[in-house]
């Protein structure tokens, strides 16, 4: 407020904050005493230390009483909020127990996972903590600040979305192999898929980011090679439908192909160029680092606890090879 003096908080010995709540709530030194159990005295000292630090006499002669000054008035009604506050950041944290929390947690990140991890997620989350509540929404740019404020509590994302500004952790979680999933009775693939055919088919290209090239198109470069990109599309889920109904391809994550053999019976094959595994990290905010109930979560993903068996491998092969 204008012409408001600022007081350094840093000088201020906490032990008057008791003193300055009674004060202000009895209107009277031998009342705020009596209220927390010190000599009047003591509580006159403490009453000429408080005008001191604030400026201000606090207290004014009334008659035979005393009355609060207008700063009086203004600190007594901020007093309750503040000692909440103080309260709740000085306090033990809340021990957690999945089995009964109805804690809901917010997941940003992209169809890959919702395909890969969701379903086991789940299975794992209604056996041990049934009454948690899961929130997932679509990972950007946009989705960073609410990461850093803790507004969203986790993300888990392509090493290629990762952005970690000031105020946010990452952790690899593990790497995922590419793969190549065609329609089962494909006329040009038999038994391998070797490069010429590889090349000469029509692609599909999985583009969160929108980017008309990826990771296949530049380990074929490296070898003078070129690919047909006829269907790009943003979402995982888009993929698996266009190869079942086409004799389109497509080169993705081996998790993504193996539960698209799973639900639509797709091949899945080896690609005949080396690829680059894909690496999966994870996002949090630093202020959740000791939350009990966001360790235990995070920890659904790290230690790989409610992943698939097949994600499991992954996570632990990628801890052997770091």
């Known amino acids: 407020m204008p012409g408001m003096s ?3 908080v840093r000088a201020i010995n906490l032990n008057l904050l008791p003193a300055l709540e009674a004060l202000l709530v009895e209107g009277s030194v031998s009342a705020a005493a009596r209220r927390v159990h010190v000599s009047q005295s003591a509580m ?6 408080l005008r001191e630090l604030f400026g201000d006499p606090l207290l004014a002669p009334v008659g035979r009483g005393l009355a609060p000054t207008p700063r009086a008035i203004q600190i007594r009604a901020a007093l309750p909020a503040a000692f909440e506050a103080l309260r709740r950041a000085l306090a033990l944290p809340e021990a957690f127990d999945p089995r009964t929390s109805t804690r809901a947690f917010r997941v940003a990140t992209v169809d890959y996972f919702e395909l890969t991890t969701l379903p086991d997620v789940l299975a794992y989350l209604g ?3 049934p009454l ?32 970690a500004p000031s105020g946010l952790r990452r952790a690899d979680v593990y790497r995922d192999p590419f793969a190549v999933i065609a329609r089962k009775g494909h006329p040009a693939i038999k038994r391998r898929l070797d490069l010429a055919t590889y090349t000469a088919l029509g692609h599909v290209l999985v583009s969160v980011e929108g980017r008309r090239d990826g990771a296949v198109d530049r380990a074929l470069a490296k070898v003078g090679a070129t690919r047909r990109v006829a269907l790009r599309v943003p979402h995982f889920m888009s993929a698996p439908l266009a190869v079942r109904t086409s004799d389109l391809i497509c080169t993705i ?17 080896a690609p005949p160029i080396e690829l680059p595994a894909a690496q999966v ?24 606890r409610a992943l698939s068996p097949q994600i499991r491998a992954l996570l632990r092969e990628s801890r052997a090879a770091a």
């Open 6 to 8: 600022v007081i350094d």
């Open 44 to 49: 006159s000292h403490s009453l000429s230390r």
């Open 127 to 129: 056996k041990h903590a």
């Open 132 to 163: 948690v509540r899961l929130e997932i929404e679509r990972f950007s740019p946009a989705t960073v600040p609410e990461l850093v404020l803790g507004d969203v509590d986790l993300a888990l994302i392509g090493a290629s979305q990762s952005i």
């Open 253 to 269: 994550a081996s998790s993504v192909a193996q539960r698209a053999h799973e639900l639509f019976g797709l091949r899945v094959l």
């Open 281 to 304: 990290v994870a996002l949090w905010s630093q202020r959740h680092d000791e939350d009990p109930a966001q360790r235990w979560f995070r920890d659904l993903f790290l230690s790989g």
